[in-house]
């Protein structure tokens, strides 16, 4: 948001003496030395700015300053000239509308550098381009060639602007610059010749010696010296701060700039040194036979030289400074000079060549700064004229008697506009406006200035009168025709008040200027208001050979002589100032009023008593009342409400209405007086200052408590902004730890998958490189095989045409031949049919080893198959029984292996058939399955008694031998186990089952022939038995027996020798019974 800021912001003192309160003179001077003190040189009264020369330099012209008054409002920033430049500038730009800037003030008040400032300013803020730029720097650079010829160094001012100046810049309709026009005024030339005690000549005469090359003030007939020259004076040839050899290489530099060429700036020079070389050629009498003193140059070599400088013939010059030629009415009358003559001839030729080379020089730059004659231009001008001069101390002339004039012109049209303005405003306002009183000037203006009776006129009367004239005749003429002008004062007028005035001496006359009381001396007034120049000299300057020259003295033509004597200085300078007043009346003016706060041209001092007189005398008092007689402060709408709608509830913070409605509101609401204000069509105009203070002390208020406001909002802002950005930045580094930790994240799972992918690719690889190679080999193996097949049907195929096959098919044929051999050979040669035959032929060859065995194998197997075959239901029962004799007694019993060749016969004693047995076979209810003749053994003595054995399918009988008597019938369930030794006796023990009736005589201990017969059918036939337990057969040497009551060990004994080969069986005790058994047996 743009900062809105008035130049009531931190005002030191009052910015705007329109606002003093109380007004009067010396609160008015007050204010403008409290602003002095605090560097504040710029006050406004309105639109006027009041300037008071620093005498320093002060930082407030910087580029940066030029930027801060750019496109501001008026009264927006503190008082400074470049507002006003700024406001000059765009209503030129924007409005159209043509501008002058009036810088008024007296000597040394800081004309000359308030234009500079306002031409810089222009300059910075106008419009850019190769082309503007060198427009804008020809027109900045025009002002030190012309102060450096125009300028001076004068007890009221070291640099004094010595000729009036009025600059014309153009510019297009985009505001850029095009050119401009200057016109010069009235220099003051008498200076050229004789400069007053403390001041000096034109600067650039001192420039020019101190900074031109040796060489080239040589080539000028020059010496450094300023001693060696009468025009220098002497006194204050150097200047404190002024730096005339650096400012000389300045001007050539500007001259180079505004587009001087080389030989026009030699020209230049040439022409300045001629001027001092004239000031040096002296003159000495010469008495004439008529008596007269006849003038002659004392020393030729100053001529010479400046002769040589201008290419004139010396003859020509030294005649001029000797004669005169008078022409009148066709008649040419030549008179001699005199040593005063000629000095006045000499003088009039330098002030002359030097005014006409100013001239010159302005209608160059002009040249050089025109703009292209296009359509209409707008137009600032800027007006820098010498200021009011009075000098209290030595005579005022002619020159000062013009220059206040200008500036009595100047005061006019500035009461004239400034007026004007104020009241059209009000009119514009439609506000009630009544008129002010205020000292007018014209008065004084018609006294100079008057056709019939004005002095001027009164001096060309004179001037152009036949007869003698002197300026004691002018003075006795204004004593007559002026003596009544109330601002005229003389001695001698016809007016007896000044009679007895002192102060006012015989030969001088008084004027009341607006600014002042100037006394003027009349000597010198009429010479130099006819600025005469005597043809001779012209003529002679106009034969020089001198381009230069030429132009300057054009009268000098002999072709051209006019004998009309040229308009009188005076004259011609009303006439130019007559232009210049009517060129800025079409102007909108805009002024500069500067003031000089001391005479010392030093800083930090101000003299009351100076500044108060020209307060008094710019009428800066006057200003300020008719500025406030209306309204004090005047303020668009817009800035108004703007300013102060802070004050108003309904107008803060937004209007939405007009503006001027919405001034209306915030009056009312403030309750001021209506008395206080008016409305005017766009601005609001407020009478007393006082209202516009109160105003201000309600808006500062106001403003501290927004202040309050605006740090709470700021501080919240700042504190959310910083909040703000550390979340901003905290997201920032957020996401670039997300993006680091993803990207780490992400090349880790790329890694991690380049590696599976690489495995998976090189697993894929491999798979494939396998099947390739797989494939390879098939392509190739059923190529191999494709070729072995082709190979082998081709062989095939023609197998029968080689011999290689021959061998093969001998060998199969062998192997075939000895195969059958060895079968044939086989069948003769084969064992019995007996499974017990253990003969098999020898093989007859070696690799026949496992066929050989094999058929060993099948063929016994297949004899074993074919013997039992044979076998009847009888035979196959014997063999059972025999080889459950095997399973009982095989390598248990040493008996057993004689057993195994006895065939099983049973019935050993045919018990069915013989009729012994016949009584007893029919004593047995079921079938004798075993009927053979045993020993029972005596339990006694261990004697044997035969019985005979009958094995039934239920029952063991024993029955006697010889008697057939059953002696015992055993059931074989009584019948618990059988004990037989591991010898080869025949012994064995019946066990009976204890409590059973078989069992009351106790167990029975027989021996038979037949044992393992007779143990295998028990065993077979116990088992059989449906209801009898397997039968136990216990086989070992020792067992015990159940003889009745007591129980019987029976031990087997390998028996001796002696008891030959029978087995005997002895009692040995009640316990023991003993047998022993061979042992070959
Ligand atoms: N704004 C300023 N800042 C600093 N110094 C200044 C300023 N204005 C004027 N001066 C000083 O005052 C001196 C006189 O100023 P300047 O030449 O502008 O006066 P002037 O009004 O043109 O006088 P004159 O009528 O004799 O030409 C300058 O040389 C300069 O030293
Ligand atoms: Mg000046």
New binding site residues.
Partial sequence: MEVKTSLLDNMIGVGDMVLLEPLSEDSFIANLRNRFDHNE?YTYIGSVVI?M??????PIFTPEKVEEYRNRNFYELSPHIYALADEAYRSLRDQDKDQCILIT??????????SK?VMSYVAAVCGKGQEVNKVKEQLLQSNPVLEAFGNAK?V??????RFGKYMDIEFDFKGDPLGGVISNYLLEKSRVVKQPRGERNFHIFYQLLSGASDDTLKKLKLDRDFSKYNYLSLDSAAVNGLDDAANFRTVRNAMQIVGFMEDEVQSVLELVAAVLKLGNIEFKPESRCNGNDESRIKDKNDLKEMCELLGTEQTVLERAFSYRTVEAKQEKVCTTLNVAQAYYARDALAKNLYSRLFSWLVTRINESIKAAPKSRHKVMGVL?I??FEIFEDRENSFEQFIINYCNEKLQQIFIELTLREEQEEYVREGIEWTNIEYFNNAIICDLIENHQNGILAMLDEECLRPGTVTDETFLDKLNTICAEHLHFESRLSKSSKFLTDHSLPHNCFRIQHYAGKVLYRAEGFVDKNNDLLYRDLSQAMYKANHSLMKQLFPEGNPAKVNLKRPPTAGFQFRHSVGTLMRNLQTKNPNYIR?IKPNDK?ASHIFTDSLVCHQVRYLGLMENVRVRRAGYAFRQAYEPCLERYKMLCKRTWPHWRGPAREGVEVLMADLTVPAEEFSYGRSKVFIRNPRTLFFLEERRRQCLQDLATLIQKIYRGWKCRSHFLLLKKSQIVVAAWYRRYAQQNKYKRIKSATTVVQSYTRGWQARKLLRELKYQKRCEEAVTTISAYWHGTQVRREYRKFFRANAGKKIYNFTIQRIMQKYFLGLKSTMPSMSPIDKSWPVKPYLFLDGVHSDLRRIFHLWRCKKYRSEFTEEKKAVFEEKLEASEIFKDKKALYASSVSQPFMGDYLEISKNPKYQKLNSAMDEKVLLADVVNKINRANGKGTARIFLLTKNSVVLADQKTGQVKASVPLPDLTSVSVSTQSDGFFALKLKEGSASAIKGDFLLSSEHLIEIITKLHRTGATAADSEQLNIDISDEFLVQFKHDKVCVKFIQGGPKNGNSVSCKRKNNRLLEVSVPSTV
């Avoid at 020369?53 to 002060?58: G, K, T």
């Avoid at 009221?156 to 602007?161: A, L, T, V």
């Fill in positions: 040189i300037s020369n620093p005498y320093r330099s002060l003030g007296e000597s040394g008040a800081g004309k000359t550098e308030a400032l004068t009221r001012n070291d640099n004094s602007s820098d010498y200021g500067c041209k």
